[in-house]
C-alpha cells in the first residue's frame, strides 16, 4: 500500500455490483490514474473476477475466511480471491465482526499468499491488539457515524490522534481512519491529524457524482500527505 | 428444476475453484449433455460469474444472504449473484447453517427474483416446518454421514422414506436426499426410496476421474426415476 | 399453561435482578393470587434459584441451550434450570435468536423433562413451522413495536387475527401475542382477537407501579377469556 | 488473585450442578481451607447464587456478556453475577468464544464493578494482544488438548514456555496454563515452566475421587511456586 492509502469499500448497495459497480469502478479509476495516485476498492466476492480483470486497480475482498480449503460450504478463502485477481481483503468490518483467532487465522492465511489485509476496529484501545498480528492496515471506524455523513475527523479527532499515537507502538501497521468521510475537508483533517490514509464507503456510492467526490478526496488527502512531510 | 434433481455442491476444496474448478465444471457439463440431464452445480462465489458465462449448466451460489441491499459488508444477496449468472441459491447448509427468519428471509428474496433455492436440513423432523416456507427443494442431509463415504441410503434409508413421507403433505417441494453418496447404487437406492434426487460433493471433488462418477451417478438416477413411473 | 396466558419476560434492566427482580417477583405474585391466574415470570439464569425458592408463580429461564451435558462452558441446559426450580423457558426471542436445529434439539430436551417451552417469533409465516416442533406456545411478536409502547394488538391487529389462523392448522399448541403491550386495553383486544394469552416485558419492568399495571393487564384478560367463551 | 492460580471450571457435566455440584464444591473448598489455598471454581450461571452463598471459596462465572444492562433477553450481565456473588468470570473459553469488541466490553464493565477475569486464549500470539486489555488473567489452553488426558506441560511446553515470556511484555497480568491438565506432575510442570497457576475442569469434575486429584494438584502447584521462588 503507497501513502495516502485510500479505501473505498463498496458494500451491497444497488450500485456495488453490476454494471452500476463496474461504472463507479471505472471512474475511480479515471481518478486513481489522472492523479498517479492508489485507489483500493473493497468489493463483493461476486463482482472481483470482472473488476480485477477488466480493471488496474487493486481489488480487495469485503471479508474473507481463515479456516483452510476443504469441506465448508459458502465460506469464501483467501486461495479463492487472489484465484481471481484480488489483492487484499478486508477483515471484521462492522457490518462482518469476526474473533479474534478468526482475524488472526485470516491474516496468516492472506500474507501467506502475498494479499494485503485491512482490519476494522472501532476503538482506539484495540489498535495496538490488532496491529500486533501484523495486518498490513487498522482502519479504525467509530460505528455510530458510519454512513452518517458526520466525519470522524470532525466530530472525534481524538479517536484518529489516539489512534495514531497507539499505532506508533507498533512497527509498519498502516493506520486508517474511516466513519462518515464525505469532503475533502474530511479526508484533509484524518491525514492531517496522523492518520496514513482514509476509508469510506457511502459518500461515494451513494453520490450523484461518485468521480467529482473521488477527485476531492484524493486531491485533500495528496495535500495533507505533502504538508505532513 | 427436473427430475433426477442431481446437486454438486463445490464446497472449498483445492479443486472447487480455479482452473481445476471450472476443469470439473465442465466434465459435468459433458454428462449433463451426453444424458440430456440437468445438473446443478453449487460453486463458491467467487466462482459464479467465470462458470455460469463459460457453461450452460445451472450455477447455484453455496449460500446467500437475505438481508436487503444496503449498508452491508461481506454479504452476498440474491441480487448480486443473480447479477453474476447463478439461477439459485443452497441456504443452511450443515457448514453453514442460518436461522429461521433468516431462511425465510433469504427465500422470499430468491423467489421475488425468480431464483431457485435448497434449504438444507438435518433431521425429518425438520422437513414439513421448512417446506411450508416453500424452497424449489428441501436437501435432507444427516450431518454425520456428509463426506463419509457411507451413504444415507445404505445406513440410514429410513430417514430418507420418512422424509419423503414428510414431504408429501406439502405441495410443490422437491426431496433431495444426500450424505456420503458416492456410487451408482447409492444414488439409484435413494430414489428408489422415493427422493426427487441427490446432493453429494466429496465424491466428485475428491474424485480422481470425476467424470466418471458424475456418469455413474447420472445413469443410475435416470435408471431409478424411470422405474419408479 | 391456563388460559389467559401472561408471560412477563424480564429482560436484563436493572429491576430484572437482585432485591428490585425479588420485590417486582413478588407483586406479580400478589396480583396472581388475588386473581387466582397463573402468571409467568421469565427471568435472568442467575435469579431462577431464589425466585423459585421464595415464590410460587412458575419461574422460566429466558434462554436455554439444547446441546447434552457435557464439555460445554457458558451453556445453560434444561437440567440445570429444572434443578433450581424453573418450570419451562422461553426460546428464540427476538434478542437470543438460534436456528432451527438448534430450537428442535432444546425443545426435545425441555419436554423430556416435562417443562414447558415458549418459542418466539416475528411472522406469522413461522407459526405453523414452529408449532409443528410442539412448544408449548408460540410467541407472535413483530420486533418493531417491542418495547414501542405501541401494542401489536392496535398497530398490527392483523399478525395476531393471521397467527390465530395459522396455528390452528395445529393442535395442541397456545398462540401469545407480544410486542409493545402496554395497557389493559392491550391485552383485552389481543385476546379478543384470538390469542391465548398476552406476552410482555418493558410495561412491567420499567413502570412505576408495577403492581398495578399487572392488575390491569389480568382484568382485562380475564374479561376478554370470559367473552370469548 | 494470588498464587499459584487455580481454577477449577466446572463446564457442564452431570457433576456440574445440583446436589453433585455442591458436593463437589465443598471438596474443593476441603482442599483450599487444609492448604490455605485459594481455588477458584467457575460455575453455570444457575449455581452461582447457591454455591457463593454455601461456600467461601471465590466462585466466578463460565460467561458474561459485555452489553450494557437494558432490553436483552438471556444475556447474563456483570451486575448479575455479582448480585448473587460471583467474584469475577472466565471469558472467551473455547467452547464459548466471543468477538475481541465483545471481550473488551465486558472487561470493562468487571472491572469497573471490581470484579476479576480471565481471557482465554487457544495460542501465545494472543497473549499479549488479550493482555493489553487488562484481564486479571490469561489462560492459555491449545484446544486439541482440552479435556484430551494429555497435558500441555508434557505435550506442548513451548506453548507455557513462549505465553510466559509473552506476558512478561505486559505488566500486572496472569498467566494460566491450561488443557489436559490431569495429574500433580502436569500441574507442577506448568507453574515450573513459568506459569502463574492452572485451569482445569474434566480431571476433577469427571473424577471418581476429585477431592484426591485437587488436593495433589494443590501439594504440587505449591511446591513448584516454593522452588521458583
Partial sequence: MKKPIIIINFKAYDTSFGKKGIEIAKK????????????IVSVPATMIYQLSSE??????AE???????????????????????AKGSLLNHSEKRIRLDEIDDALKRLRG????S???????????PMSLLKPTAV??????????GISVSKAKPEVITRAVNEISKVKDVYLVAGAGITTGEDAYRAIELGADGIGLASAVMKARDPEKIVEELVINSLKACDENE
Fill in 139 to 148: 482502519l479504525i471506524e467509530p460505528p455510530e457515524l458510519i454512513g452518517s
Fill in 28 to 39: 475511480i479509476q479515471n481518478v486513481s490514474k489522472q492523479y498517479s495516485t492508489e485507489i
Fill in 63 to 85: 471479508h474473507v475466511d481463515g479456516v483452510p480449503l476443504g469441506a465448508y460450504t459458502g465460506s469464501i478463502m483467501p486461495e479463492m480471491i487472489k484465484d481471481v485477481g
Fill in 55 to 60: 480493471l488496474e486497480i487493486p481489488v480487495f
Fill in 118 to 128: 485491512v482490519v476494522c476496529v472501532d476503538r482506539y484501545d484495540l489498535v495496538v
Fill in 113 to 116: 499468499l502475498g494479499l494485503e
